[in-house]
């Protein structure tokens, strides 16, 4: 399958050095609204917090990120997945 690669890299999220914008809308950590802020300064919150910067919506505007582990993201997100196979059968 040609395509597979390509949607697989589609789905990971930017994380930490990843994101690309010079503004962002940031969610904290205890998902609470912090507002737009610079790149440097959502980082430096992240790295304060011992956590990642998940970019979640990268086609809004600024986008949106939010303080969390990434490792938890990336389980949330496939628990979501396997919990929408679950209910397509």
Request: overall charge positive; proline content about 3%.
């Amino acid at each position: 399958m040609k395509g597979a690669n390509n949607k697989a890299q589609g789905d990971k999220a930017r994380i930490n050095d990843e994101i690309k914008a010079r503004e962002v809308r940031l969610i904290g950590k205890d998902g609470e609204q912090v507002g737009v802020v610079s790149l440097a300064e959502a980082t430096r919150t992240a790295e304060e917090a011992s956590l990642d910067l998940v970019e979640i919506s990268p086609n809004a505007e600024p986008p949106v990120c939010k303080v969390m582990d990434y490792g938890k993201f990336l389980f949330e997100k496939s628990k979501a997945q396997k919990e929408q196979k679950k209910k397509q059968k």
